[in-house]
């Protein structure tokens, strides 16, 4: 095999990680950290569409109000998809 080709294995392999890995990585963190700042009072929407105000947070669950009669439920943190206040997720 001539040297080219290890240059064009190296290159696809490069080209892969800068466009489908790095990407991919830049918004697990940014959503890591967005969940990691979660705190009574914000509001949020969950992957599952619901909308509500969060009364508490513990490290891996969080406990929030929605709906007009203020139904509580107890959610596990990675299920926030943004915070209502325009953080929302890309």
Known sequence: MEWTAYIWIVATFAIFYLLLIRPQQKREKKERIMRNSLEAGDHIV??????????????????????????KLTMKKWCVQAKENGEEKE
């Open 46 to 71: 969950t992957i599952g569409g619901i909308v509500g105000k969060i009364i508490s947070v513990k490290e891996d669950e969080i406990v929030i109000e929605t709906g007009a009669d203020r139904t």
